[in-house]
């Protein structure tokens, strides 16, 4: 049988659901489904977050996928859950699930990867949980989802509880921050070869099925770029701010410019509360009052008094910082010299949260209108 979309899906058509004792393309579990040369993606929709059979239905597409069409034949599926729609009454008794409860929704963003976002996002989580804050921390970043190594959780399996009747995922605790990631639900030894709204889908998942509960900030640590996730962000949720990281460097400097114009265009119009630039200088650690400019020198600076934005930070390139994310326990933990640089950002970011909220409307969600 020739490995085409129509024959992948008669094969998923012989695979039953034991409870309902019918097969699982005619229920209508098979979603995004794409073939791609020797790789197959699809989501597995679930009605709930504890069906008893998802990962014996999971093990079975694979296995059947791969008996029809060879080993070699790579299977990527993805377990969703498809909450069923709400009555008025419902939609109301759950106003208190997801981010409904979320005070601050705050999008850690760049233009380019390797800046450090995931460095700074998750350093600036902690500081705002050590200086007694609710927070949460959401890695958007579906392709390559950092947190849970940088948190020091990988192989953590989040569980879930029923909120006003609603299923809901549990963030796992970690320095006193709540973290969602992709990460949790994937192996982190396989590529994700998924498709937008393979991608897109999983997001809403963790955003909106997240057991978040009252927090006074969602950090959520976005892909590099300007594509599906970012935009699935916007729609999703009322984001009160962005951030955008940088290096000094002029290549990163103007795709942090693009970042800056997706944010502040028409139709989004989410504020950025300023300019992170991160590795702004080298500093050996047995030299620590030298500073030598690797990527340029205040590059983020200018860039901030060009476009009347604030610097909130300027970070360092030091070993220790590289070592918290390996480690699995970020610097801002430490009352160290780089460790209380975050704590600056911080202050300065709270700052400007005040001041964005005091006197700038509060952001709405973005709208597509299709003719």
């Given at each position: 049988m020739k490995l085409e979309k129509n024959n992948v899906l008669a094969i998923l058509?012989?695979?039953?659901?034991?409870?309902?004792?019918?097969?699982?393309?005619?229920?209508?579990?098979?979603?995004?489904?794409?073939?791609?040369?020797?790789?197959?993606?699809?989501?597995?929709?679930?009605?709930?977050?504890?069906?008893?059979?998802?990962?014996?239905?999971?093990?079975?597409?694979?296995?059947?996928?791969?008996?029809?069409?060879?080993?070699?034949?790579?299977?990527?599926?993805?377990?969703?859950?498809?909450?069923?729609?709400?009555?008025?009454?419902?939609?109301?008794?759950?106003?208190?699930?997801?981010?409904?409860?979320?005070?601050?929704?705050?999008?850690?963003?760049?233009?380019?990867?390797?800046?450090?976002?995931?460095?700074?996002?998750?350093?600036?989580?902690?500081?705002?949980?050590?200086?007694?804050?609710?927070?949460?921390?959401?890695?958007?970043?579906?392709?390559?989802?950092?947190?849970?190594?940088?948190?020091?959780?990988?192989?953590?399996?989040?569980?879930?509880?029923?909120?006003?009747?609603?299923?809901?995922?549990?963030?796992?605790?970690?320095?006193?921050?709540?973290?969602?990631?992709?990460?949790?639900?994937?192996?982190?030894?396989?590529?994700?070869?998924?498709?937008g709204p393979m991608a897109t889908s999983a997001l809403r998942q963790l955003l909106n099925q997240g057991n978040w509960g009252e927090l006074d900030f969602l950090i959520l640590d976005l892909p590099p770029g300007t594509g599906d996730i970012h935009l699935t962000i916007v729609q999703e949720a009322a984001v009160t701010g962005a951030i955008i990281v940088s290096t000094p460097q002029e290549v990163a400097l103007a795709d942090a410019v693009k970042g800056i114009s997706m944010f502040t265009s028409k139709g989004i119009n989410v504020p950025i509360l300023g300019l992170v630039e991160n590795m702004a200088w080298f500093t050996p650690e047995e030299l620590p009052d030298n500073k030598y400019y690797i990527f340029g020198k205040d590059g983020c600076r200018h860039l901030a008094e060009r476009m009347k934005l604030p610097l909130l930070g300027q970070i360092p390139l030091v070993q220790g910082i590289r070592e918290g994310g390996d480690s699995g326990m970020p610097i801002a933990t430490k009352d160290t010299i780089s460790g209380k640089a975050f704590q600056l950002l911080a202050e300065k970011f709270l700052d400007q949260i005040e001041l964005r909220n005091k006197n700038l409307e509060p952001t709405k969600r973005v709208e597509i209108k299709t003719r």
């Open positions: 058509g012989k695979i039953i659901h034991p409870e309902f004792g019918t097969d699982i393309a005619s229920l209508g579990l098979v979603e995004n489904l794409s073939v791609e040369g020797n790789k197959v993606s699809f989501s597995l929709v679930f009605k709930k977050v504890k069906d008893p059979f998802a990962s014996g239905i999971k093990k079975n597409c694979e296995t059947t996928l791969k008996q029809e069409f060879g080993d070699s034949l790579s299977v990527n599926i993805l377990e969703l859950v498809k909450a069923p729609q709400m009555n008025a009454k419902e939609a109301k008794k759950s106003a208190t699930s997801g981010i409904q409860q979320v005070k601050n929704i705050v999008a850690v963003a760049s233009g380019k990867g390797g800046v450090g976002k995931s460095t700074i996002a998750s350093n600036l989580a902690v500081s705002l949980a050590r200086m007694g804050y609710q927070v949460g921390l959401l890695d958007a970043d579906v392709y390559g989802p950092s947190m849970p190594k940088m948190f020091n959780i990988e192989g953590v399996k989040p569980g879930v509880t029923e909120v006003d009747g609603q299923e809901l995922i549990n963030p796992v605790d970690a320095y006193g921050v709540k973290v969602l990631s992709i990460g949790f639900f994937v192996n982190p030894n396989e590529a994700l070869v998924w498709r």
